[in-house]
């Protein structure tokens, strides 16, 4: 590629103490932890609302917040105050009321107890009120572009948007942004993928479908239960008969989600393979097939799912959903070990239970892996902490951790609470002059658990 090169003086748009980059659930929780802490907090999202997969990417529910055993919620703190404000005004159904099998647990049979069905409105309003409440300031369409570097230490970071190019700086910075993008341009080194080959996580663009007949799916679905593998959606039978008409798409069951609205589902059903998250081209390509996938699967699902007769289509997300590109270099990476031996170290700031959920791309109904061996695991702070470069945290799926234990701590309620973690570690960092690096754990810790959070026995 030939290059030219560009030179500008650019405004400083604002002095803050903490930035966060993105505000999807992770953004979301620690825009709102810094700023309770006593932090003046910036947020900023390239996208018109907050919530990021959760909210444009239509994702859904929000994956088990139980133990291992489904007899304990652990995942509480930011979560759970959440929860409550969007089930006060009718957008949640609480994670205690729904079971494995049932038409909002997807008909899971395994892994997904205690999954929570919320409406995306609700998200968005309930979490852009509460980052306002908290004191924070958000700003929406608002790319990141680039940063700023003295020595090791990100003096500003570059944005743009409708006013131009500004600057704004900040103390202490956390990356929020899934792909890890202000890591990666501030040369924190990372991982894409899987290490041995570079594979991740398939794509899917998720799509709304209303006026199913859930009384007559389930009884459908109960009487093929026999032939839903232990970790999979059903339909599996279908997919199988009609396999001609079914076509391309590289996925073997359905995995659909009633909301809290009768006879709404979101579907979690368009795969599509080999798309590397960090490149505009792949995400366009992903964006196109999906649509193409989406309209598909709804034709074929209306056409031949008993409870689909009269089924209506209420449209595709507005972006494309990536499950997996970067896993930054922390202080400490977590691993696929750490989470089958259900490890919680001292500096845990999170405990959870979420599977091993790969989509696997050789197995059209993907791998999966449930925890055996305790209740839950730990994430350890340092997972948090970017390497290198002295004032920056990573939270959401993009924090320390190998592919495979990154499988199980990027479902939604984890992003939330790696925020509140990332937040208040950042706020605490301001108030005692040190670097992110440098926080007392334990005091860390103490607080998280004042402010809600569950961090183990
Ligand atoms: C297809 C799919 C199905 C899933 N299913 C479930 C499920 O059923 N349950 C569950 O709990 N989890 C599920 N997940 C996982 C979960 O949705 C994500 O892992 C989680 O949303 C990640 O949160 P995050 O805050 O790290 O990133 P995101 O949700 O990706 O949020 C990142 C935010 O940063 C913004 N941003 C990114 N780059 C920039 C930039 N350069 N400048 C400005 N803003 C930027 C984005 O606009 C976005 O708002 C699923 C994910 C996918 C993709």
């Known amino acids: 590629m030939s290059k030219v090169q560009y030179s500008k003086e650019l405004p400083i748009y604002r002095d803050v103490d903490v930035l966060v980059v993105g505000a999807g659930p992770a953004g979301i929780g620690a825009a709102i932890c810094a700023a309770r802490n006593g932090a003046k907090t910036l947020v900023f999202d390239s996208a018109g609302c907050v919530g990021g997969q959760a909210t444009n990417g239509l994702v859904g529910p929000f994956m088990t917040v139980y133990d ?156 093929h239960e026999h032939e839903i593998r232990p970790f999979y959606g059903p ?35 368009t795969r599509i393979l080999d798309i590397d998250g960090t490149k505009a081209e792949d995400l366009t390509r992903a964006e196109l097939e999906g649509l193409k996938q989406a309209h598909k699967v709804f034709n074929f699902m209306k056409k031949y799912a008993v409870g689909f007769e009269n089924a209506k289509f209420m449209g595709t997300a507005s ?29 845990t700031i999170a405990v959870m239970a979420t599977n091993m959920d790969t989509h696997n791309k050789n197995d059209p109904g993907g791998t999966y892996y449930t925890l055996e061996n305790g209740p839950y695991f730990g994430v350890p702070y340092p997972c948090l902490v970017a390497k290198g470069v002295n004032n920056l945290l990573v939270a959401g799926r ?45 005091k860390l810790r103490e607080t998280l658990k004042e402010q809600g959070a569950y961090l183990g026995d």
């Open 319 to 347: 972006t494309i959903g990536i499950r997996e590109t970067r896993h930054i270099e922390g202080l400490y990476k977590l691993t696929v070990d750490d989470v089958k031996n259900c490890r919680v170290p001292e500096d």
């Open 398 to 442: 993009a924090i320390s951790a190998d592919a495979m234990a990154g499988a199980a701590i990027r479902m939604i309620p984890c992003c939330l609470v790696f925020g509140q973690a990332a937040g208040t570690a950042a706020a605490h960092a301001i108030k005692d002059n040190k670097l992110p690096a440098e926080v007392d754990v334990k």
């Open 68 to 223: 291992a055993k489904s007899e304990k919620q652990i995942i509480k703190g930011i979560f759970e105050e959440i929860v409550d404000r969007m089930i006060e005004m009718g957008g949640a159904i609480h994670p205690s009321e729904v079971r494995s099998g049932s038409s909002r647990a997807g008909f899971y049979l395994i892994g997904h107890d205690h999954v929570g069905p919320f409406d995306h409105e609700a998200l968005k309003i309930v979490a852009s009120d509460m980052i306002l409440e908290a004191g924070a300031e958000l700003l929406l369409h608002t790319q990141f572009v680039d940063v700023l570097m003295e020595d090791d230490k990100i003096a500003g970071v570059i944005i743009a948007n409708k006013n131009g190019m500004s600057v704004i700086r900040a103390k202490i910075i956390i990356d929020c942004t899934g792909d890890a993008d202000v890591a990666a341009r501030s040369g924190v080194k990372y991982e894409l993928g899987r290490v041995e080959d570079g594979n991740m996580q398939p794509a899917t663009l998720f799509f709304r479908v209303c006026n199913v007949d859930t009384e007559r799916l389930t009884a459908h679905i109960k009487e």
């Open 235 to 269: 339909f599996s039978w279908l997919i199988r008969e009609k396999q001609e008409e079914w076509g391309d798409v590289p996925r073997a069951e359905v995995c659909l989600f009633e909301s809290p609205e009768p006879g709404e589902y979101r579907m979690n059903v």
